[in-house]
């Protein structure tokens, strides 16, 4: 069956396999499904405040989300420089990982 993909990468693989020639293609792909799942993400997230208001504990909890916001931006530049140079974007794409990894403890601190 072959290697374990991650998940979000997984939805990238029928895309990446026949154009992925020198990288660049497969990097582009790849910045295209996880800028995707930033939007679906940030919308999600505007849904939810929308139904519950501004003032809803998630909405005060969120406050500007920096995070969302750089992760999103990182991803929409990493797109066009997969093209140029594929090791740029795939830095931005560990990048944006490693920021996530530090605790974003802004609504545990109002819910509790």
Do not use: C
């Amino acid at each position: 069956m072959g290697e374990p993909v991650p998940a979000v990468l997984a939805l990238a693989h029928p895309v990446r396999d026949p154009l992925d020639r020198r990288g660049r293609i497969g990097g582009a792909a790849d910045g295209v499904v996880l800028f995707m799942a930033a939007v679906s993400y940030t919308l999600l997230q505007l849904a939810i405040v929308a139904r519950n208001g501004r003032s809803s504990a998630l909405a005060v909890a969120l406050g500007s989300d920096v995070k969302g916001k750089l992760s999103l931006a990182i991803y929409a530049a990493s797109v066009p420089l997969a093209f140029l140079q594929p090791w740029i974007s795939i830095a931005l794409y560990i990048f944006v990982a490693l920021i996530w990894l530090v605790p974003d403890r802004r609504i545990e601190s109002i819910v509790k």
